[in-house]
């Protein structure tokens, strides 16, 4: 099973982030790492959305990959499950219960689920039904109100088939500028009987390292810290498996992957949306710098991908390393 490595590392399941693009970039720079797909819509899945389905989508290049599912509806999610299973065949499939995004509690689903443990853990129950020999995991917060919820909640669907948990370290309505609660994490992590990630401010490899060392977290899961950053899954890999860890990438190497990483999106999505969906990704890649603001305001003025790449490059060329901003 892809969660029976230990100390495990994944990247955390993003909308709009971690697609076909950002997953190719990440299993190029570090093959270690455990790949989740965006989260998808099983309703949009049974009635056959393709462009919800091209986000469930994967090859076999990003083997180990998870595919990750949000509905509110058990029936919904066990069949959505046996379409993935049967057309996919990923390495895991995992169900969402940790979404705090208004427009998916508002429907019930993401971390709604938590406040319903006999729903969430019927969907698990359909899920692993369905599945087959692919394993069932679940992904989830502390809690609604209270940092011990998870722990009934996690036990219940651990009871109803799920192998592994991962648990954001937020309670649902406290937002990112709040530190995780790690203290909640390991207090949860140690009374479940099952493979435990952590996810939650994990934004450099001794971060990874002191998470792992949690009592009963058997991995980390990177989200935010990721993005436009692909060399911190590698990096993080390094140091937990005791290895010498690589030095931070220049900004000729950050700026030409951000380039790398815009043409594939492109190629997947065409070129506006492609473009447009970049700049928000564009601007982690290039921070740090003198210039990094104004080489951002330079890319929100344009919406090509060919004048994208030329800003990219004129950073790239422009200024010696050692004006980084440490």
Known sequence: MWFDKRPLVAIAPMEGITDKAYRTLVRRITPEVILFTEFVNASGLLHGAKRVWTMA??????RP????????????????????????????????????????????????????ISRSAESVRRMVTEAGSIPVSIKSRLG???????????????EAGASQVSIHARLKDVRPRVPADWDALSYAARRLDTTVI????????????????LEGVDGVMIGRGGIGNPWLLKRIAQKLAGKAVDKHPSRETRARTAIEHLELNVKAKGERRGVLEMRKIVRHYIKGYNDSKRTWLKLIEVDSTADTIRVLEEFANKIPEEFQVS
């Open 198 to 213: 952590g996810n939650g401010d994990v934004w450099s490899e001794e971060d990874a390292l002191r998470m792992v060392a």
């Open 57 to 62: 989508e994967f090859t076999d290049d990003e």
């Open 65 to 116: 990959i998870v595919v990750q599912l949000y509905d509110h509806d058990p029936e919904k999610i066990g069949l959505a499950t046996r379409e993935i299973a049967k057309r996919l065949h990923p390495d895991g499939i995992d169900l969402n219960m940790g979404c705090p995004v208004r427009k998916v509690v508002a429907r019930g689903a993401g971390c709604a689920m938590m406040a319903d």
């Open 144 to 158: 609604i109100a209270d940092k011990r919820e998870v722990v009934d909640f996690a036990r219940a669907c651990i």
